[in-house]
């Protein structure tokens, strides 16, 4: 095995602006998606956001509806395994495999905060196939934030229709350190 994959998990962090809506919605489709592909075990995902503003905070009440609407697995609030909105860290990031950022702006503020691994951030929507050729701000995952519910499904889909390339992203990872 490779020194920079050693015996552990494929490490993915979602990266949004309070970790609230965005972020941990993509952190569930990905681990759901992960799962139906057989690789749950070897791939861990957490998510952050680059403000400490909703620090502790559960998943928008919205992004949790939209969530389990579309049958997804969502710990209630009050369980253990509940979502709490945390800032990310720069050592955080340092010991991520992949880094998705929503928007162009959370990865320059990724990529601010640990320079060194720059390469290791990407926009979630760079894997949606359907993005192929967009730039700057056309690759950004809408925020879902001041709108209403069919805001939360749309950023749900393109969520969903980038998952299946993070999944073959991280498998061609693992296939070339195994």
């Known amino acids: 095995m490779s020194s920079s994959f050693p015996k552990r998990p494929y490490r993915i962090m979602t990266v949004c602006t309070g970790n609230i809506c965005r972020s941990p919605m993509a952190e569930v489709v990905l681990r759901h998606r992960l799962a139906e592909a057989g690789l749950d075990g070897r791939v861990e995902v957490d998510s952050t ?43 955080q990031v340092d010991e991520r495999d992949l880094v998705l950022a929503m928007t162009a702006a959370h990865r320059r503020a990724v990529q601010r905060l640990a320079p060194g691994v720059s390469h290791r951030v990407a926009l979630w929507r760079s894997f949606d196939p359907a993005a192929s050729g967009l730039v700057g701000a056309g690759l950004d995952v809408a925020d879902p934030w001041y709108g209403d519910m069919s805001d939360f499904e749309e950023c749900l889909a393109q969520m969903e229709a980038a998952a299946d390339g993070v999944v073959e992203h991280v498998r061609e990872a693992l296939a070339q350190h195994a």
Request: hydrophobic share 35%; glycine share 6%; aromatic share 4%.
């Open 49 to 91: 956001g680059i403000s400490d503003e909703e620090e502790g905070r559960p998943m928008d009440r919205r992004a949790r509806r939209v969530l389990v609407d579309a049958g997804y697995d969502v710990p209630a609030d009050d369980s253990p395994e509940a979502h709490r909105a945390r800032q990310v860290e720069a050592w």
